[in-house]
């Protein structure tokens, strides 16, 4: 494989994280009823969409930008830790 090869998939699955990252903040950020539902089950104040709905943007943006996506994968980890344990404690083991 190619140099110039692993860059495009690179891209590919970069542009393909980032818009499940944005699609959940925007829904987030608008309040959808799924969105608002989901904050109640895991037990967080509805107002927790909004620095949630930033954060999710946030990082789809930094995927995007190849001199922060090494940080923004970290956090992309830290964040996936965290949806972890919201969802173990709210008894939605099978929503992982």
Known sequence: MTTKTKKNISWVLAGLLALGFANAG???????????KNLESWG?????????????????TGI?????????????????????????QAGQALML
């Open 44 to 60: 967080y104040p509805l107002w927790f969409r909004f620095p949630i709905g930033l954060i999710e943007i946030a990082l789809a």
């Open 64 to 88: 995007l930008i190849p001199k922060f996506r090494k940080l923004t994968i970290y956090g992309i980890f830290v964040w996936t830790v965290v949806a972890i344990i919201t969802h173990l």
């Open 26 to 36: 925007i829904t987030k950020l608008i309040g959808a009823e799924m969105q608002i």
